[in-house]
């Protein structure tokens, strides 16, 4: 019982998963003890030799070298055999036996031999049964141990598995709440793109029209610094005006003058003609008087008067004649004075408000459509923009416009170009010149984000820089059928089917962009 409970002991020590071997005290691994003990060294084995001795194995074969029955058991077949032969009986012949007279001594010691062996052997079966019932005992408290393991091991599954279906229902009713706030979340989802998609838009809506209200600004300050820009013009015209009516005023005077002085010698003249003819009736009595008298001679003092009197009448002509040359001179420059100052108020008058652009930039607004287009079909009209530059100090361009094309293109195709004209910066500026330019046909719909505008590219290149000649100032513009054999790569051609796709022309107004690319 003490062995039983020590290796109980033992067995509760190692927790179950290590065994210890009862002969040598050493641990092994659950089902290794077996194997173990069929070679344990520390086991009790009986003397091969019948001596009657318990050794352990591991110091059998040293016993067996020094056994007493080593001398009678070495005719034997092998050492380890632990029963001894029976002795023969002598006989004379091998194969046939005979019975013969034993000695009664030979009897008692070969049955007391038998009886030891007898004894040995109940002997070892005895131990072979203690062995037994103590390893039986063992394997008792090992199956005790496990069947408290097992039921634990029951009592533990039971509680886990009724653990396992709380968990499992509070699994269910998460994963139920779950599934109800994961539709609470994509409806919730759902509403969040819709705000974000209304957001979307209307950031969409308020940049478009952040973006229109930009453009509208810059063209509301393009409109007042060329509003200045007309103010400032037409305080000079004023002043060019002042200045004219001054001259005019001054002229008119001069003339009313000369008018006067004209009048005068008229007068003058009128009356040394009176004097002529009331000489010339004096002539005529002194004729008739001289040949009634004639010692009476008078004629000679007439016609000397005639003479001083016709010679101051013909200075007075020739002074008319001076003076009428001199009225119509200043009346025809007072007209063509009149008509210039009248065709600068047309150029600068609020019909024609463009003013030039000093940014690269320039919008070309062309009125009346209809009309212009009427003079360019009839009279092959073509309208020039106002000057502007590619920036405060550089080239100074102008666009001409044929709404009904030229050459091969004519009658079909809008034609539009951009020329460089002698400006004020050019000997600071670098030639030659080589620019791109793109011209856009702007489109004109309610919203501006939906604009189809037209862009045309155009190269424009000057070998050196203008100069200016009066008398190429005074020639008639070339012409543009001579341009296009010259220039053929510096014209852009739009469609006359183009323009009713879109709101190109609207309320007879048309706009044209040109941006220099530098």
Not at 97 to 118: F, Q
Not at 163 to 175: K, T
Not at 201 to 224: C, G, K, P, T, Y
Not at 281 to 293: F, G, I, M, W, Y
Request: hydrophobic share 35%; proline share 3%; charged share 30%.
């Amino acid at each position: 019982m003490s062995l039983i409970k020590t290796e109980r002991s033992d067995v509760t020590e190692n927790d179950g998963r290590d065994s210890v071997c009862y002969f040598c005290n050493d641990s092994f691994e659950m089902g290794k003890l077996q194997n173990h003990l069929k070679r344990c060294g520390s086991i009790l084995e009986q003397c091969p030799l019948r001596c009657g001795a318990w050794i352990q194995r591991k110091h059998r074969d040293t016993h067996v070298k020094d056994c007493p029955m080593m001398d009678k058991s070495r005719n034997s077949a092998s050492p380890t055999h632990v029963r001894v032969s029976d002795p023969e009986p002598p006989s004379q012949n091998k194969h046939t036996w005979s019975p013969r007279a034993v000695p009664l001594d030979e009897c008692v010691s070969y049955l007391e031999k038998e009886l030891a062996n007898i004894k040995l052997v109940l002997t070892e079966e005895s131990s072979n049964h203690d062995i037994q019932s103590t390893e039986l005992e063992h394997l008792r408290s090992k199956l005790m141990l496990v069947e408290d393991r097992a039921q634990h091991f029951l009592s533990t599954l039971v509680s886990l598995r009724a653990a396992l279906d709380d968990e499992a229902e509070r699994s269910a009713n998460w994963a139920a709440q779950f599934k109800h706030d994961l539709s609470n979340v994509q409806l919730a989802l759902q509403e969040l793109q819709s705000q974000q998609l209304t957001t979307t838009m209307r950031l969409e809506s308020a940049i478009s029209s952040i973006v229109h209200e930009q453009n509208e600004r810059e063209l509301l300050e393009q409109a007042l610094t060329q509003h200045d820009n007309r103010i400032r013009t037409i305080n000079k015209l004023e002043e060019v005006i002042e200045y004219i009516k001054q001259t005019v005023e001054e002229e008119r005077q001069r003339n009313s003058e000369n008018q006067a002085a004209l009048e005068a010698e008229l007068m003058e003249a009128r009356r040394s003609s009176q004097q002529l003819a009331h000489l010339s009736t004096l002539r005529v009595q002194l004729q008739n008087a001289t040949s009634e008298n004639p010692a009476f001679d008078r004629l000679a003092v007439l016609e000397v008067a005639t003479a001083d009197v016709r010679a101051e009448a013909a200075e007075h002509s020739n002074k008319m004649d001076i003076i009428s040359r001199d009225l119509r001179a200043l009346t025809k420059s007072y007209n063509k004075l009149r008509s210039e100052l009248a065709d600068f108020q047309t150029r600068m008058t609020l019909e024609h408000p463009e003013s030039g652009s000093h940014t690269g930039q320039f919008i070309w607004r062309i009125d009346k459509f209809s009309s212009r287009m009427k003079d360019a079909k009839e009279k092959d009209t073509v309208l020039t923009s106002p000057l502007f530059r590619t920036s405060n100090y550089g080239y100074t361009l102008k666009a001409e416009l044929n709404l009904n094309g030229i050459g091969k293109w004519k009658g079909r195709h809008i034609t539009c170009t951009v020329r460089l004209v002698p400006g004020p910066y050019d000997p600071l500026l670098e030639w030659p010149c080589d620019l791109n330019i793109n011209i856009v046909l702007k489109d004109q719909p309610a919203n501006r984000s939906q604009a189809m505008d037209i862009v045309k590219s155009l190269e424009l290149r000057r070998k050196s820089k203008l100069k200016e000649d009066a008398n190429e100032r005074s020639k008639s513009t070339e012409s543009l059928d001579q341009g296009v054999i010259q220039m053929k790569r510096q014209y852009i051609f739009i469609p006359h089917a183009s323009l009713d796709k879109f709101e190109y022309i609207k309320n007879e107004v048309m706009f044209f962009e040109f941006i220099v690319n530098q």
